[in-house]
Nanobody, 121 residues
Framework: QAQLVESGGGLVQAGGSLRLSCLAT????????MGWLRQRPGEERESVAA????????RYGDSVKGRFTISRNNVKNTVYLQMNSLKPEDTAVYYC??????????????WGQGTQVTVSS
């Protein structure tokens, strides 16, 4: 079973940028669709961005479109989330997740431990 380790979270002022990274162990990364999800205090986890196994297809949540970019490097077994124009409402714990090609919507079966992103106003 692959493991996912996130990094890159932290404290940033509104309008600033952060880049999250998620390193996957194991040899299945290139066959997995990957995603970033976040959870604000007291709220349910929501999907932020997703990228397919090839890196050619991406999707974004409405609240981050035009500000966040998901990408992956299958040689480095890493998926990234570039976050620009950050807003206080982006404050959340961000999770990296993976699922095999062909798995259903939301069927993430591998999770990272989460990384805190805090945006100050």
């Amino acid at each position: 079973q692959a493991q996912l380790v996130e990094s890159g979270g932290g404290l940033v002022q509104a309008g600033g940028s952060l880049r999250l990274s998620c390193l996957a162990t194991g040899n299945t990364f290139s066959t997995y669709n990957m995603g970033w999800l976040r959870q604000r205090p007291g709220e349910e986890r929501e999907s932020v961005a997703a990228i397919d196994w090839s890196g050619h297809n991406t999707r974004y949540g409405d609240s981050v479109k035009g500000r966040f970019t998901i990408s992956r490097n299958n040689v480095k077994n890493t998926v990234y989330l570039q976050m620009n124009s950050l807003k206080p409402e982006d404050t959340a714990v961000y999770y990296c997740a993976g699922k095999p090609r062909g798995a259903g919507e939301g069927a993430w079966n591998v999770w990272g431990q989460g990384t805190q992103v805090t945006v100050s106003s």
